[in-house]
């Protein structure tokens, strides 16, 4: 049973309005955390809850949300408030309603639009989490450098931490080492969603697309293109319109799979499995590109 009274103080000092919870209702589908739906009969909010040692996680997930508002190019949930009440960490955001159909052209469009808000140096002020996995975005300006120590690096460093040693952190240290002929492109330091994948995505019913549950950083445009395809891809479409907007540079498709290769590392670790195969091969890929 979730206790709403420290959650509805917390919204009332956060919107200058009191807060009274009326009704809940709890939202299945996420993946990390519980959701869900409350009202007070005037206004409603959709709710992340979690155990009270994750009040940074959602911390982190709530300035993701800020940046990207304040990109102005796609739509994403306002973050209201985050902390820990109740004996659990929460994330208040403006609810919205995904009931419609997604707009490829234009999710395409204005992702193209919010890679251009640029930083001077890749990562972020803050480090935060891919899926519960932590993700360090210390700046640098290097970005062969930020991507083989903060993503690929710390990837492999943690499937060895959980047993999968031998083949696959050899071969990982060998592409580690060549990286920088893999990523010779030099990309400028674009605000990324950073877990952009098909269940991070959505429409209104009126087409406004919209992102959520980010995993924000600095780094490379090319990286969220990429994840857009793990998992089935957003269409042709959203491609072509994002490349209208601002096209790739030539030898994405190899970088492609060097930038999905963090996100399959990071689903071997959180669930093991058939991952590992699929890591191996994708970096069985990327080597026999450098030779
Ligand atoms: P998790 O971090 O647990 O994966 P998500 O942030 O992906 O959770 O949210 C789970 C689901 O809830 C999403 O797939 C989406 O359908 C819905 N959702 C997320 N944010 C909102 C929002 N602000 N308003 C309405 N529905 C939302």
């Not at 206790?3 to 809940?24: K, M, N, V």
């Not at 993946?31 to 996680?57: H, P, Q, T």
């Not at 919209?210 to 793990?230: H, K, S, W």
Request: with cysteine.
């Amino acid at each position: 049973m979730t206790s709403w009274a420290g959650i509805a103080e917390r919204i009332g000092e956060a919107t200058g309005e009191p807060f009274a919870i009326e009704r809940e209702r709890s939202v299945g589908g996420g993946c990390i955390n519980r959701a869900a739906v409350i009202d007070d009969g005037r206004r409603s909010y959709f709710v992340k809850l979690n155990a009270a040692d994750r009040a940074e996680m959602f911390a982190a997930e709530s300035e993701g949300l800020s940046a990207m508002a304040e990109a102005e190019a796609i739509r994403v949930p306002q973050p209201i408030c985050t902390g820990v009440a109740d004996g659990q960490s929460f994330l208040v955001m403006e609810l919205i309603d995904l009931g419609g159909r997604l707009n490829g052209a234009l999710a395409g469009e204005q992702l193209a639009a919010m890679h251009r808000s640029s930083s001077g140096t890749f990562g972020w002020h803050r480090d935060n989490t891919i899926g519960s996995t932590p993700q360090s975005n210390r700046r640098d300006a290097d970005w062969i450098a930020f991507w083989r120590e903060q993503r690929l690096g710390y990837q492999l460093r943690l499937a060895a931490d959980n047993g999968y040693g031998g083949t696959l952190q050899r071969s990982g240290e060998r592409l580690l080492a060549d990286l920088d002929v893999l990523l010779g492109h030099d990309p400028i330091p674009s605000l990324l969603h950073g877990d952009l994948w098909g269940g991070n995505i959505g429409s209104t019913p009126d087409g406004q697309p919209v992102i959520f549950d980010p995993a924000a950083y600095y780094g490379d445009r090319e990286a969220d293109l990429a994840m857009t395809e793990l998992f089935g891809g957003f269409g042709a479409d959203f491609y072509a319109a994002y490349r209208s907007a601002w096209p790739l540079d030539p030898g994405y498709p190899v970088r492609k799979t060097l930038y999905n290769l963090y996100h399959v590392l990071n689903h071997l670790n959180l669930f093991g499995g058939g991952y590992l195969g699929q890591s191996s091969q994708m970096i069985a890929r990327l080597l026999a590109e450098i030779r």
